[in-house]
Each structure stands twice: as structure tokens, then as C-alpha cells.
């Protein structure tokens, strides 16, 4: 008798249930965060758990599974969730945007748009946004009961007054459907644009703190601002080194110990496609350059 | 008398058809207004549709207090079969009901009576599953809200008549309210709270 050892997507029925009760409400509450019986997963607390929760609660044996960290496909928490996914639920998996049904995600939105047929799962470490300026739950509730967020305002406010601009380079706090302030996770706020009428699914699970939210498609999602210091989203002023592209996300790489570095798309697939493409920054690697050569 | 053994059957793949129901249950939800379908069949009792079993098995357990209209509480087979297949306990008490099951929509009682939620926990509301005659022939209503791109159009024949009427309350109460749930045998539509819904006549 050989028994699997693992229910399909690793979460016992009962567990999917629970799960899948409160992803029904988060997406009727847009941006409220709905309490949930957290479990244990076989990973640590930050690598995902409440994502992972979400995505085993959701995924069928049709779907396409990509998953990013930090934009990339090719990290360990990427590839480990990929495997889990692959190993417990047998799902296809892909690293290509477009063709992905599911994408769990830690801190990017992919550069790729989204389309209707997708969801995409937000890793989420501290789903409340004003918990750093009120350490109390009962509290926090509270202000939100009250949509009561002038604390959070005034946080934005003493950015301004200390550094001259809003300071918030990441988890930078939005407001959804006009009602609840939500924290976006800890994408960079480059990302936030994104989140607006965003024609794909975005659900978003915190594993140690046990909420699950979710922003439904064609939903209004605002970065919170001053008329007189607008919302900006950041982005180093460089092209991409492999791919040149001038309007994605990039990360700072340390080339050397003078003082040298590169900057490179954080979301390797839409790099590798550009790559593929035919666009090649100042330092391409080599292979390119062959193949650019070959076609000429 | 029915026995247990003579119960209509639940899903015969409990896993992968929960998934299925649950992503057409979600999506309906996520795009309200859009009709979405229920593949699994689970062999349903009398008064009980066949997407609104599939719900049923899918979505409740020991954890949900159940509500039954009473053509549906007046039917043994029917509660029987709830009660084998899913574990939920029927409440006489709508104010503390999960979900609530309508077969009867004209006998709809005021919305006020389930849970609307609380203004801390608005989460803590009762879902409507109400069966329609159609979710594809009838008047036409135009949606607007969250998860709709500009407008949707549906049509429905649905009882009770004003039920989109009754639900203009979520607009004052949101975030507290009711989602409601319709189901046409294996078609469902979803009207979450945030959804307001203009009648444009038949």
C-alpha cells in the first residue's frame, strides 16, 4: 500500500478550507486584513509560510506556477517554493510571466503586465501597515474601524520634515478602494503603480502574523501623498547592464572591492526576454554578443 | 426514512474538485457579475441545486454555522445530507450564520437579521447562497465596483425582485455587509459588498 505522503498541495482539506473562506473575504473586503488559523508549514517563519498557504489553498493540477523573489526565479526561497509546489501539488511550473497562471512573489511585482487569467500571491512579513507607529492590535483595529489614518500621515509628514521628500523607499503604504491602508508588502514603492486596476488577482498572505488581504482586479489603489510632495516611485537613473532596458526595477551589484558596480533588472525573466530579444546593454555577457554576432 | 447509504453521494474526487469549485467560487467573487461554472458534480439533494452542493462541500464544515430557509430546513433529506457530507451545524439563529442557503428567494427574510459583521471585523458577516431561476435570461442589471473593469452587465431572474434594492445597505454599512452568492444550477455569479448594482429594466 503506498499511500501518498502528502495531501495534494501539501495543506490537509480542512486547512484549504479555512484558508479558502478567508481569501473569499479579503477579496469582498478589499484591503482588509482577515484574521486566519495560521499552520506550520515545512519552512521557517519569513520564508513565505503565508504565501505558500495561499498558493497551496488556490492551486489546481492546471496551473502554471512561477515564483519570484525579489524578482528573481532563480534565488533559493524561489527555487525551494518552486520545488515544494512541484514535488506536493506535481503542478507545472515556469519562469516565463506570461504563461504563468500563479505567481507567488516576495517583495516584486513582475515587470511583465499582468493579465486577467492570473493570480499572483504576495509573501507577506508585516501585513499591518500601522504597526509601527502603534504597537497595539486593538488599537490598530480600531483605526481602521475608524479609517482614522492620520498617524500614517503624519509618519510621511515627518519624512518631509527631516529628509525634504517622503523618505519611504519600500512597504510604502497605499489606500484601496478609497477605504482601507493597506501595506503593499515590502515591494519597492517603484512597484505600486502596478497594484492600481491591475487586471490580475493580487491576494497577499502573512504566515507568522496570520492575515490574508487581497486587492481585487480593476481596483483603485493609491500611494498615499501630500498635494505639494506627489508620490514618486524610485528608480536608479541607469539603463540596465545586460539589457538596457531604461524603465524596469534595477539592483545595485557589487562588482569588485574599488568601488565598482553594475545595475541589472531585479526581474530576471523580463531581462532574459529582452536579452533574447535582441537588447544588450554596455556589459552583456559574451554569449549575447556571439549570438548577436551570428545573426548579422 | 433515508439512511446514510442512501444518501446522494458528495464529490467523488473531494481534493481536486474542492479546487476547482473553490477557483470558480473565487473568481466569481474577484469579477463580480460574471458567470462562472461549476464542473464537479456532487449528487444533490431534492431543493438543493447541483453548484450550490459543490459549494456546500467545498466551503463549509464544522467551523460554519449553516442557515436554512425553511423550504430547505423543512426537507430531512437535505439536512441529513448537509450534515453527513460537510459536518455543519444548522442554526435556528440567522445573526450567527457563516453561510445561509435560499431556495425559496421570495420568502428572503430582511438582510439585518444575518451577521453584517462588525466594524473591527467586518469579516464576521453571513454569505448568501441564494438559488435563481437563471443567470442567463432575464432583466438586465449593470454593476459597477471593484473587480469590474468600468461596467458588467448581468442578467438574471432572480427572486426576490428587489433584491438589489435590499442590498443598496452595503453601501452605507461597507466595510460591515452581506455578500451574496446566486447560484443557477451549475452557474454561479458572486455580489460581494463592494459591488452597486443599477437596474435597467427587463
Known sequence: MNAPAYNFAYLDEQTKRMIRRAILKAIAIPGYQVPFASREMPMPYGWGTGGVQVTAAILGPADVLKVIDQGSDDTTNAISIRKFFAKTAGVATTTATDDATVIQTRHRIPETALHANQVLVYQVPIPEPLRFLEPRETETRRMHALAEYGLMHVKLYEDIARFGHIATAYAYPVKVNARYVMDPSPTPKFDNPKMDDCPALQLFGAGREKRIYAIPPYTKVVSLDFEDHPFEPYRFNAPCALCAAENSYLDEIVTDDKGSRMFVCSDTDYCESRQAAGHHGSLSAAPYKEKAGSHG | ?202
Open chain 2, 1 to 202: 426514512m433515508t439512511t446514510i447509504a442512501e444518501l446522494p453521494p458528495g464529490f467523488a474526487d473531494k481534493v481536486l474538485s474542492a479546487q476547482s469549485t473553490f477557483r470558480s467560487v473565487m473568481d466569481a467573487m474577484a469579477r463580480p457579475g460574471s458567470v462562472q461554472r461549476i464542473v464537479p458534480g456532487a449528487g444533490p439533494p431534492d431543493r438543493m441545486m447541483r453548484g450550490t452542493a459543490a459549494i456546500a462541500l467545498t466551503l463549509f464544515d464544522h467551523d460554519t454555522p449553516l442557515w436554512l430557509d425553511s423550504r430547505m430546513a423543512e426537507s430531512p433529506d437535505l439536512v441529513k445530507w448537509l450534515k453527513f457530507h460537510t459536518g455543519a451545524p444548522v442554526v435556528q439563529d440567522s445573526s450567527i450564520a457563516s453561510f445561509a442557503l435560499i431556495s425559496d428567494g421570495g420568502a428572503l427574510p430582511p438582510l439585518e437579521r444575518f451577521a453584517l459583521g462588525t466594524s473591527e471585523y467586518p469579516d464576521r458577516s453571513t454569505t448568501l447562497i441564494l438559488q435563481v431561476d437563471s443567470l442567463r435570461s432575464g432583466r438586465t442589471f449593470e454593476l459597477r465596483g471593484p473587480g469590474i473593469d468600468g461596467a458588467a452587465t448581468l442578467q438574471a431572474s432572480i427572486k426576490p425582485f428587489d433584491l438589489f434594492e435590499r442590498l443598496r445597505v452595503n453601501e452605507a454599512l461597507f466595510p460591515r455587509g452581506i455578500d451574496v452568492v446566486l447560484v443557477a444550477d451549475d452557474a454561479v455569479v458572486a455580489i460581494p459588498r463592494t459591488t452597486r448594482v443599477v437596474s435597467k429594466g427587463s
